[in-house]
């Protein structure tokens, strides 16, 4: 990727970009807390993220969600220099990192590509899962979003021919992978975290409001996905999770509503980092 003036580059996607329209939209950070409860129940990713993160102590913990969410944003909004440098920096850390595996008795990269493609998979199906329930993509922009994520997914060290191009590519993805995952312990000990998240003191809010938010993105989960965590996976669970997520949007559009117009330059930098999670 060649670097290129900010001013006048749109990155990865651009203002014509689906990804533009779905990420400018607040409701998205439920899908980044529902990646991450997907994301969790690939045993690699989820003990190799435990070994090497402070995911227990609230001020490492708070820091790396920020990293996290700034890297997202930058990825999305960012010009192709932006993205390239934050790129380079996250495959540079995954490079160091190492995870053991019980199961198996050996030791693993965190950067194997069998890793970071579930890792992609989990959270592009959760934005565009989110995004479609919520009424914010229609079916035919919902596979263009999936298509546009595969730049997303080259960039952090994924060849773009692994990446899914469509939904009904990242359902035959999953399907292929679900013998090969569980909700291992240290997975079912994120997610009552996740009920509890060890945030600062002066984001009280947002830890009042954490349990009602982590049910409304476990309900969002595939019913798979749930009965692994060993939780009913009933059609009516999905039926009122729809319900429950689209007021939500409702709500989050009346207070803040969203543009995708505005070029990276000229986007405020909180729009950047507004958009959700993918680690």
Do not use: K
Not at 102 to 122: M, Q, S, Y
Not at 210 to 217: E, R, W
């Amino acid at each position: 990727m060649q670097p290129t003036d900010a001013r006048t580059d749109d990155g990865l996607f651009g203002s014509g970009s689906v990804t533009w329209r779905v990420h400018v939209e607040p409701v998205l950070w439920v899908a980044g807390i529902r990646a991450l409860l997907l994301q969790s129940l690939h045993p690699r990713v989820m003990r190799g993220t435990a070994q090497n993160s402070a995911l227990a102590d609230p001020a490492r913990a708070w820091q790396r969600f920020q990293r996290t969410a700034e890297f997202v944003g930058i990825r999305t909004f960012g010009s192709s220099a932006e993205v390239e440098r934050a790129a380079r920096r996250v495959r540079r850390l995954h490079a160091r990192l190492r995870g053991y595996d019980p199961d198996t008795g050996t030791d693993f990269a965190l950067d194997d590509v069998e890793n970071l493609l579930w890792v992609h998979c989990g959270e592009i199906d959760s934005y565009v899962d989110v995004a479609y329930r919520c009424g914010i993509v229609n079916r035919a922009d919902a596979d263009r979003y999936v298509a546009e994520s595969r730049r997303a997914a080259e960039v952090v060290g994924i060849p773009i021919d692994l990446a899914p191009g469509s939904r009904a590519d990242l359902a035959a993805y999953f399907a292929r992978m679900r013998p090969r995952i569980y909700a291992c312990g240290e997975a079912r000990e994120s997610a009552l975290r996740m009920l509890n998240p060890p945030l600062p003191r002066d984001l009280i809010g947002l830890r009042l409001a954490a349990p009602s938010v982590v049910a409304l993105a476990f309900a969002l989960l595939p019913r798979w996905a749930r009965r692994l965590y060993g939780a009913p996976g009933l059609p009516t669970t999905d039926l009122a999770a729809t319900a429950s997520v689209r007021l939500l949007h409702v709500a989050l559009t009346a207070w803040y509503r969203p543009t995708a117009t505005a070029g990276p330059a000229t986007r405020p930098p909180d729009r950047r980092t507004h958009a959700g999670l993918d680690r």
